[in-house]
């Protein structure tokens, strides 16, 4: 089936750890996105993508990584730098450069700091 | 800077209502706008999108109709069933993100 797999579901971190949490699509879809949700805001965009090895800082990339090396995955570190990374982290992607195109979104990954 | 706003934060109602969700957006230059439906600790799951030139779709219990000049959307489900409790989120489309709202959250009871 088609789709966006994201993974680890849960996650935990200590203090001072970088994370890593995985975004797989096989819908053929050029760009990618990932969402930070919290209790009470709407979803804030991290980083996108809109084609393999280039990327672009959403709204709030202070204390994350991204890398776009493949057209089905988008991987997302969650660095020490970060203040506050406990949050919902959802991956989505769309087509490119299609601004009228409906956005596709994974089960989203749930990171909670020690 | 976009702004989206959704009216109310919460709704209870009984099954076999209809009912109305809110959307409300501060910048009319936008691509489109698409409703999600979200369950607890889950994604995002896509209902309905409207494109900036059409003034409504439709699929199923749900109608959702768009007011670009007035900056304003509404998401009309019919007679509502215990199955629809959940969180209702818009998003507008401007150049190349999308821009959320915080949400519904609708509880129908039964």
């Known amino acids: 089936d088609g789709g966006i797999t994201q993974s680890p579901k849960y996650l935990f971190r200590k203090e001072g750890q970088n994370v890593t949490l995985s975004c797989e699509q096989n819908?053929?879809?050029?760009?990618m996105y990932w969402y930070r949700q919290d209790p009470g805001q709407g979803l804030r965009l991290i980083y996108y993508?809109?084609?393999?090895?280039?990327?672009q800082k959403g709204d709030i990339a202070e204390g994350y990584s991204v890398s776009r090396e493949k057209k089905e995955s988008f991987p997302l570190t969650v660095t020490s730098a970060q203040k506050n990374p406990t949050a919902f982290y959802l991956c989505a992607s769309g087509l490119r450069h299609r601004n009228t195109g409906e956005l596709f979104f994974g089960e989203g990954s749930r990171l909670t700091v020690l | 800077k976009q702004e989206v706003t959704q009216i109310p934060a919460a709704l209870s109602v009984p099954e076999g209502e209809n009912l109305v969700l809110n959307c409300s957006f501060t910048?009319?230059?936008?691509?489109?706008l698409q409703w999600f439906r979200q369950d607890p600790g889950k994604g995002l799951t896509s209902l309905l999108l409207?494109?900036?030139?059409?003034r409504e779709q439709t699929s199923g219990r749900l109608n959702a109709s768009l007011d670009k000049s007035s900056g304003r959307s509404t998401l009309y489900i019919a007679a509502s069933q215990p199955g629809d409790s959940a969180t209702y989120l818009c998003?507008?489309?401007?150049?190349?993100?999308?821009?959320f709202g915080t949400g519904t959250r609708l509880l129908v009871s039964p």
């Open positions: 819908l053929n879809h050029d760009a």
């Open positions: 998003a507008v489309r401007g150049f190349q993100k999308l821009v």
């Open positions: 409207i494109q900036s030139s059409q």
């Open positions: 910048d009319s230059a936008i691509y489109n």
């Open positions: 993508s809109q084609i393999v090895n280039d990327f």
